[in-house]
Structure formats: C-alpha cells, structure tokens
C-alpha cells in the first residue's frame, strides 16, 4: 500500500483506532469526539480504496489490510511522537515504564540501549522471565512492554518485529581442537591458531580452500554424542531446533549441564564444560577473540525473530512510547 501520500492525521487517528480496538476508544485517547474518529476513518478508507475495519457489535476488528498498515506505519508514527511530544523534566513523577522479556537480550542490548533515556529521567522497572508468561502479565496489565521471543496469537496484543537472532554451535578451543582439526593455542601473533595458515593445522581439518572442515558445513553430529551438553532446559529447545534445521534429524540425549540462563551456558561452554548452541549476540565477542570457537558455520542457521509487544492502545505514560521508539531503532543494529 502507498502511504507517501495520505493524511499524517488520519494515519495517526487510525493507529488509534487499530490499537483501542473501537472508535470510542481511539476518540478518548485523541481527544476527539467519536464522529470525527468516524469521519476521519471513512476518508481514509477512501484514500486506501480498502476496507480497513470489520465493524462489530462492540468495537471493530482490523482487516488484513489494517494489520499491513499498522506494521508500517507504527515504529514511525510513535518515534515522531517520542520526538515532538513533551518530555517531562527529571524527578517530576512520571511513572516508572514496566520493561520485560528474556534476561539476556535486557541485560546485553537492551538495557544498555536504553541508559541514554535513564540518565533523562525515565525510570524503568525490568522483569525478566519465558515469553508465554511475561505475555499473560502484559495482558493482565503488569507490563507496558514485553519482548518476545514468538508472536504472541490473537489481537489483544500489538507487536512490531524488533530483531533476529541467529544460532551457533559453539564449544570451548579444547574441544574444538579434538572436534575439528582446530588448534587451542594462539599462533605467534598473538591469534587464535585456528584463524592462521595451514602449516599450524592438522591437514585432516582442512577443506579445500584451506578453511576448516567444520566451516564447510562438514561436522558430523554424531561426534558430538561424546561431548557434554549445556542448555539453559531440560527440553533442549534450542539445540533441538538447530539439529532439526541443520542437520535434518532428532535430537536425543540428556543435556550434562542445565542453567536457566545463558548467561550462564556461556560461561560453563567457555570454561570448557562442552558445547552448547547459543544465539549469536551473546558469544560473538567470545568468538572473535578466539576464547569461543563455531564448530559449523551452515549458510542457512537458524533464526528466531523476536518481537516487541504492548496492549492495544496509547499508554497514559509519554515514556512507554520513547523507551518503544528507542528499543525499535537501538535493535537495527542488534
């Protein structure tokens, strides 16, 4: 749909309406009165030439059409808002902002995205815990914002993507080296041995360009059965997943090392407890610098979009819709 050329206002009156779910909704929150919310929504059905609202015994349901829209026009409209709106001073009572989603991603991208709006006087509140949880206290009116690691189902939520994460097999360079060919130590440059030349790597871990087989997509699974495996749960759902993507099969074993965060799989993996498939965010300073080492590059790894999620409608606090805006433009770099 070409939005270059409709109404700023009626896109923001529509946004309105998509988040309360009803035009009464979208008049309070606007300050408008319910026909005019009308009126504006008729011109700009015309504009669009689609129907964007299923109108029902109490409120409307937005048409596909809607929901295309909305994802288009939401990160924008509430960026433009952040910038134009008021911003209370520091220390006159604005509300805390609720912030929720998986430990990881707040405490190493999130939160420190977000210190710039701290040190202007925003106060946050953060929980963490499981998507399907943290998204029931959002409904339920706990949070203002939640990050998901899924989609949460249904239209009583509204959520925009914010950021993929991409998955790797990673282990410790003492395993490594037994796994792949790949040497531990640090060659006389001061790097990993692994990311010299052939004349310190056994031949056998080369493939034909001179990279290690690992990297050619080459690593049979099943010298993994010996090595110990560190998840964060007893159901293995990343390492399932990345088996079941990768490698086509079923993954069946037990894990040897199990942490409820990955924070702490990171450390047992580095300490050379055993491998473990992590996303890529957490370990990619660990991987450059030799202390991590990616058994398998494949040229398709698995990726896990993640998504950040609110009630429908405009919160009362002005600082929910700049912590959002923040979040969504900090997490292109992610």
């Given at each position: 749909?070409?939005?270059?050329?409709?109404?700023?206002?009626?896109?923001?009156?529509?946004?309105?309406?998509y988040?309360?779910?009803s035009?009464?909704?979208?008049a309070r929150?606007?300050?408008?009165?319910q026909?005019?919310?009308?009126t504006?929504?008729?011109?700009?059905?015309r504009?669009?030439?689609?129907e964007l609202?299923?109108?029902?015994?109490?409120?409307?349901?937005?048409?596909?059409v809607a929901?295309?829209?909305a994802?288009?026009?939401a990160?924008?409209?509430d960026?433009l808002?952040?910038?134009v709106?008021?911003?209370?001073?520091?220390?006159?009572?604005a509300?805390?902002v609720h912030?929720a989603?998986?430990?990881?991603?707040l405490?190493t991208?999130?939160?420190p995205?977000?210190?710039?709006?701290?040190?202007?006087?925003?106060?946050l509140?953060?929980?963490t815990?499981?998507?399907?949880p943290?998204?029931?206290?959002?409904?339920?009116?706990?949070?203002?914002l939640?990050?998901?690691?899924?989609?949460?189902?249904?239209?009583?939520?509204?959520a925009?993507?914010?950021?993929?994460?991409?998955?790797v097999?990673?282990?410790?360079?003492?395993?490594?080296?037994?796994?792949t060919?790949?040497?531990?130590?640090?060659g006389?440059?001061?790097r990993?041995?692994?990311?010299?030349?052939?004349?310190?790597?056994?031949?056998?871990?080369?493939?034909s360009?001179?990279?290690p087989?690992?990297?050619e997509?080459g690593?049979?699974?099943?010298?993994?059965?010996?090595?110990p495996?560190?998840?964060?749960?007893?159901?293995?759902?990343?390492?399932?997943?990345y088996?079941?993507h990768?490698?086509g099969?079923?993954?069946?074993?037990?894990a040897?090392v199990?942490?409820?965060?990955?924070?702490?799989?990171?450390?047992a993996?580095?300490a050379?407890?055993?491998f473990?498939?992590?996303?890529?965010?957490?370990c990619q300073?660990?991987?450059?610098?030799?202390?991590?080492v990616?058994?398998l590059?494949?040229?398709?790894?698995?990726i896990?979009?993640g998504?950040?999620?609110?009630?429908?409608g405009?919160?009362?606090?002005?600082d929910?819709?700049?912590?959002?805006?923040?979040?969504?433009?900090?997490?292109?770099?992610?």
């Amino acid at each position: 749909m070409e939005t270059a050329s409709l109404d700023l206002n009626l896109l923001r009156t529509f946004l309105a309406v998509y988040r309360s779910g009803s035009f009464t909704g979208a008049a309070r929150l606007l300050g408008l009165s319910q026909p005019t919310v009308t009126t504006q929504m008729r011109a700009l059905e015309r504009q669009t030439g689609r129907e964007l609202f299923e109108r029902l015994p109490r409120g409307v349901a937005p048409t596909p059409v809607a929901d295309e829209l909305a994802a288009r026009i939401a990160a924008p409209l509430d960026e433009l808002a952040a910038v134009v709106g008021p911003t209370p001073p520091a220390g006159t009572g604005a509300e805390p902002v609720h912030l929720a989603g998986p430990a990881e991603l707040l405490c190493t991208k999130a939160l420190p995205a977000l210190a710039p709006l701290v040190a202007e006087g925003v106060r946050l509140r953060v929980a963490t815990g499981l998507t399907d949880p943290l998204l029931e206290e959002l409904r339920a009116g706990r949070h203002d914002l939640v990050i998901a690691t899924t989609r949460p189902r249904g239209r009583t939520l509204q959520a925009v993507a914010l950021t993929d994460e991409e998955f790797v097999l990673v282990a410790a360079p003492v395993w490594a080296e037994r796994l792949t060919g790949r040497r531990s130590a640090q060659g006389s440059e001061g790097r990993p041995a692994a990311a010299q030349g052939s004349e310190g790597r056994p031949a056998a871990a080369q493939g034909s360009d001179g990279r290690p087989a690992a990297a050619e997509g080459g690593l049979d699974p099943a010298v993994l059965h010996g090595v110990p495996l560190v998840t964060y749960a007893e159901d293995l759902p990343i390492a399932r997943r990345y088996w079941r993507h990768v490698f086509g099969r079923r993954l069946s074993r037990t894990a040897a090392v199990t942490v409820p965060d990955l924070r702490g799989v990171l450390a047992a993996v580095v300490a050379g407890a055993g491998f473990s498939v992590l996303p890529r965010y957490l370990c990619q300073d660990l991987l450059d610098s030799g202390a991590l080492v990616a058994l398998l590059e494949p040229e398709d790894p698995p990726i896990n979009t993640g998504f950040l999620v609110q009630r429908p409608g405009a919160s009362d606090n002005p600082d929910v819709a700049r912590v959002r805006a923040l979040l969504l433009r900090a997490a292109r770099d992610w």
